[in-house]
């Protein structure tokens, strides 16, 4: 099996156990995009879950990094503004449909979630067709 796999599979296994346990002990839904939209929205001490868990993804990041893992390296070719321009897309788009990946297509498909299925569809519908284009019209992917 190619190492590829592995990690994928390994990190799908803890994206998914993240968002059993969260969901199990308090109920709530492990959507990074909602996470950090109520920390932006709300300025009550209810906060904290939301702040662990998104300092665990920085503080997880951070270790592989500092373990010499070379997934987080930065992509050739790309500036910081066009990267913090892409980021702001990505916040603004799950605003717009209610929430990202993560929330929809982990949590969302786990509780068999209509809504959730509709926004999973759209999201890859809506990949395939960006990737089609830009190699359409001479882009690299």
Sequence with gaps: MPIEFLRALAGGALIGSAGILLLAADGKIAGISGMLGGLLRTRTSLNGWRYAFLAGLAAGGTAFKLAGFSFFAPLPGRS?????????????????????????GVCGLGRLSGRSLAATLTFIAAGALTVAAIRAFGGAV
Excluded: E
């Design 80 to 104: 910081t503004g066009a990267l913090l321009a892409a980021g702001l897309l990505v916040g603004f788009g799950t605003q717009v449909g209610s929430g990202c990946t993560s929330g929809h």
